[in-house]
């Protein structure tokens, strides 16, 4: 189960040996925006150097974000870490999902290329961070079988639509990044992959980042970005059900199957019906060997 994302700056060899022990889900090794261009040809250098020694470990949940598709520099990333078979590409700034798809037949290429099994690399779009894609999104459906799911940005798109910030006075996203937000959900849901919520930017900020990360569970995302370790744990708890919502899915799971012909029935005064029953099997198909408390 992905739950959390570690966004590392490819470039710092610090941040790249800190993140070695990181409890994240997945590490994406980040070759974009954290990157000043000309430190990318050594972050790429040390990308693939980490995505070795990792691979070595038996780990296999490293990521690389690459520069946008249609960018010259985005070849060259490519060609710097695939010998190295990242788990993924994090796919930044993609105007609709046709980049997705022209991104998926380079990787058949370059999967042939270094004897990589066929398939075998994930991709995860930023799907809002460029204006056109917000018209378009119900094109991911379909698009690739190497859809992971989708995530989205802010930061982007306030620059594209020329906003000088996402945010209101109490930190909460302003309506165009809240349609965002929405349209990526529904978006995933569309497609039958995960979402996975953005950065939470404000990194010491934990008791916010736990309310948003549990809003952002609660609201349908399976997981979410982080951009420093000390959010890792936060993340990782907060995307988990607690005891009363699994003994809840317990009770509704329960409840059909004592009464397998019932379309609606009763727990608590509330009606219940069959999205409550899916959302009750997924509840505990999400369940840990170690649920919280
Ligand atoms: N990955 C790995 N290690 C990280 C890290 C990250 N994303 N963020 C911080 N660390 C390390 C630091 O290097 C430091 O290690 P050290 O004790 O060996 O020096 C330790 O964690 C504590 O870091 P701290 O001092 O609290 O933060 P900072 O000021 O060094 O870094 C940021 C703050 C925001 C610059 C940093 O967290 C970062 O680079 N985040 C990722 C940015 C990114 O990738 N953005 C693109 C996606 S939006
Ligand atoms: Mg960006």
């Known amino acids: 189960m992905m739950r959390s994302f570690l966004f590392v700056p490819a470039d710092s060899e610090r941040k790249l040996a800190k993140a070695e022990d990181a409890n994240a889900d997945a590490l994406i090794l980040d070759l974009e925006d954290a990157v000043q261009a000309a430190e990318r040809p050594r972050a790429r250098a040390l990308a693939r150097e980490f995505l070795t020694s990792r691979r070595n470990q038996g780990r296999e949940n490293t990521w690389v974000r690459i520069n946008p598709y249609d960018s010259e520099e985005a070849a060259d990333d490519l060609e710097a870490v695939m010998p190295a078979a990242p788990a993924g590409i994090v796919l930044p700034k993609p105007p609709g999902a046709d980049a997705a798809v022209r991104l998926a037949q380079a990787l058949d290429r370059l999967e042939d290329e270094h004897t990589i099994l066929r398939g075998q690399t994930r991709i995860l779009p930023l799907c809002t961070e460029h204006p056109r894609a917000l018209f378009s999104l119900d094109s991911y459906i379909g698009s ?39 349209l990526c959900l529904i978006a995933a849901a569309a497609a039958s992959v995960p979402a996975f919520d953005t950065v939470y930017t404000d990194f010491r900020d934990e008791s916010g980042l736990a309310r948003y990360a549990r809003a952002a569970r609660r609201d349908g995302f399976r997981g979410m970005l982080a951009i420093h370790p000390a959010q890792l744990a936060i993340i990782n708890e907060a995307f988990l059900p607690d005891r009363q919502e699994i003994e809840r899915a317990r009770r509704i799971v329960a409840l059909f199957e004592a009464q397998p012909d019932a379309g609606a029935l009763a727990l608590d005064g509330q009606m219940i019906d069959r999205p409550h029953l899916l959302q009750a099997e997924r509840v505990l198909a999400a369940i840990d060997d170690t649920p919280k408390d």
């Not at 995530?151 to 930190?171: C, F, I, K, M, Y």
């Open 144 to 182: 690739t079988p190497r859809l992971a799911g989708l995530s989205w940005g802010a930061e982007d798109l306030a620059a594209a639509v020329g906003a000088s910030t996402n945010r209101d006075e109490n930190g909460d996203w302003l309506p165009t990044y809240t349609l965002a937000r929405s």
